[in-house]
């Protein structure tokens, strides 16, 4: 039976949205041919809390981006992650270990010819990269709990823009559009009254609709979550610290 084109497109968004995690790595060590798409989200996604942490140990912006960009293409040209197995532990700690690694080997060889590749076809807007670390720069953290709060932005951001994706492909962006304000504190979001005016609803229905989207919500970060850590039993641990991040 054919798949009709809203499936089709919902196969691919979910394909992409957990490329980013322990199956991509896997699949990526295992099989070159198929790991493109899933490392160049991997590189759009997670580019900027690498970055930020490299930044953090003193490096100037121009070095920064280099030995980020180094770092994913080592990544994928050294083939190390062919090695590398879910049950060694989380995801965002396998990444920030990597790179560790990588940042001490560069110093300790005193290269710094970079390798792009083809993986220099990736759009990385540095300006913004850099405009967001100097805006960072006033919380005087560490560049190891820097690096987690990117982290879980990236992470949110991953997971408002699956969550839309979805509402828009049901028919119901101007719905999602008037609720994404509900999912995060925020003092100035519109009441629900008004909203029901707006979108010609009752209270009760508004108020219904906030409800499940906020459960959408849940599943959807607790889905992400569990493709970056190594055990189902770890999700609400894992989760349960990033939040604790954001609210530091």
Known sequence: ?????????????????????????LRAGADEDASGSAFQLLYQTYWYPLYAYVRRRGNAHPDAMDLTQGFFTQLLE?????????????????????????????????????????????SINSTDFERRFQEQLADHESPERQFDRNWVE???????????????????????????????????????????????????????????IRKQYGQLLREAIAHTVDSPEDVEDELNKLIGLMRC
């Open 1 to 25: 039976m054919s798949r009709s084109s809203g499936e089709t497109g919902r196969a691919a968004a979910d394909s992409a949205f957990y490329s980013t995690h322990w199956s991509m790595v």
């Open 78 to 122: 050294n083939r190390g992650i062919a090695k590398v197995h879910p049950e060694r532990g989380r995801f965002r700690a396998f990444l920030l270990a990597s790179l560790k690694n990588y940042i001490c080997n560069e110093w300790r060889n005193q290269n710094t010819q970079r390798r792009g590749g083809e993986w220099r076809a990736i």
């Open 154 to 212: 990236s992470l949110l951001r991953q997971v408002l823009e699956r969550l839309q994706a979805d509402y828009e492909q049901a028919g119901r962006a101007e719905l999602y559009t008037a609720l994404h304000q509900y999912l995060v504190l925020n003092d100035d979001r519109i009441p629900q009254a008004e909203i029901a005016k707006q979108l010609g609803l009752s209270i009760p229905a508004v108020r219904m609709s906030v409800y499940r």
